[in-house]
Structures are given as C-alpha cells and as structure tokens.
C-alpha cells in the first residue's frame, strides 16, 4: 500500500532523510521512532505529498505521490501533532466540507459513528474555540477518517489526549489497521509503539537503523536480546541522542 523507494530529503546542502527505502502492507501498524532530528517528519511530510522528495520515489496505492497527487493522497489521510482548524466552521461542518472535498457521498451514514468513536458527538455544533487541545486533536483526527482512508499517517497522535481519549485513540488506530488501512506511527511514546505497531522503523540522522518486529530487531542482534525497548531503542541511536 505504502512504498519509499531511496527517498532522499535535502534542505540546502543538509541531508534530513537518507536513501531511505521501506513498504507498509494492508494491515500493518508501521511505528517510526527516532531521536529529535532524525528525519520523522520530513518522512511522513513527503509519503504524504506535503514536501517533495530531492530524489526517490513515494507510492500509495500504486500511485505516484509525486506524479499522481491526487491519485495518492485520496487514498491517505494525514494527522499532524497540531491541528489545523477553521475558526468559523464547527465541528458537524468541519467533517461535511472535509466530506465533500473527499467526495464522500454517504456522509450522514458516517457521521454520527465517526463523531461517537471520536467522544465528539455532545460538541458536533461546538466552534474550534469552545473546544480543548485534546478535542482539537480529535476533530483533526474525525477529518481525516471521515473518507476512510487506506493509508493513515500519524506523527505523535495522542498529543493533549487524556487516559481515556488516548484508549479509545488506541483502539481506533487497531481497528482502521483491522480493516486493511497501512498505519504509521511517529511516536516517541515508546510503550504505545510496542503496544500497537506490528514492526518498527529505527531513524537516526535520516537514516534507518532497523526495520522489523521487535523480535526481529533483537535477532539480529543478539547482543540486545534481553533488553527492553526503552534500553533497546537508546542502544541503536545512541546514549547521546535526542
């Protein structure tokens, strides 16, 4: 569903993702860790047609992000740590104009299950104003999940979310995985990546470090077997990183 071939990123001379290559199947959670600086962001930012890669090459759905735009990103949906919102659209509006720039044509049978998953259902006429940092989130979240999308692409989710929304957060990302959706997830919440992801992606300087399961990064490294992921991940980046 998700493929990065040799995705190169310079800003000036200054390399921020290096010949980076890696896919994401239907139905896989993809975890993206790394240190401050690693070159997360800029990852997610062009697998969702935001920046444009200096060289490589990004599909989604077999289609070119950089040559089909549109192609790709009707199949993807992308939820930054800050969300974007319209001052003067309520929460209801917000996801029949995000609907409609879909062309979802079944909104108001996606409606009101989106805005109950979501605990948004007592705030759907309430403005962005009147809500919290962690409804903003949610709402950001309800908008790119209105389409449902094939490729969900998620850079550190739970940001303002309280213990109950970021269980039900949890659930939500299962469960678009369940149905087939490609996940990722760039979190430094290192125990909801070993909690929901089904193979990690280790960057350090733009560069991948390890890719696999867990259990498949601690094969392969015999020496880190019995470590934890908190011991794990600070052993492949770096005692001084972050």
Do not use: W
């Not at 920046?51 to 077999?62: K, Q």
């Not at 979310?161 to 659930?171: A, F, N």
């Not at 015999?222 to 992921?229: H, M, S, T």
């Amino acid at each position: 569903m998700i493929e990065v071939s040799g995705l190169t990123k310079l800003y000036g001379d200054f390399p921020a993702v290096r010949e980076l290559s890696f896919r994401v199947e239907p139905g896989e959670v993809l975890g993206l860790v790394g240190p401050n600086g690693a070159g997360k962001t800029t990852t997610i930012r062009a697998i969702a047609g935001i920046l444009a890669p200096s060289t490589g090459r990004v599909t989604v759905g077999g289609h070119d992000v950089g040559r089909d735009p549109v192609g790709a990103k009707s199949l993807l949906a992308f939820i930054p740590d800050e969300p974007h919102l319209f001052e003067y659209l309520t929460v209801e509006e917000h996801l029949l104009f995000t609907a409609r720039l879909y062309g979802v044509t079944d909104v108001r049978g996606r409606l009101d299950a989106l805005l109950s998953e979501l605990e948004l259902l007592p705030r759907r006429h309430a403005l962005p104003g009147e809500l919290s940092r962690g409804m903003k989130q949610k709402l950001a979240i309800a908008c790119g999940l209105i389409h449902s999308p094939s490729a969900l692409l998620l850079d550190e989710p739970l940001t303002g979310l309280d213990p109950v929304g970021i269980r039900r957060m949890k659930e939500t990302i299962r469960g678009r995985a369940a149905t087939g959706a490609a996940v990722i997830l760039s979190s430094h919440l290192l125990h909801l990546v070993e909690e929901i992801c089904t193979r990690v992606l280790v960057m350090r300087e733009g560069r991948a470090v390890a890719i696999g399961s867990i259990a498949e990064i601690k094969r392969e490294r015999p020496e880190l077997a019995a470590l934890g992921l908190e011991d794990l991940f600070i052993s492949l980046v770096g005692e001084g990183a972050g």
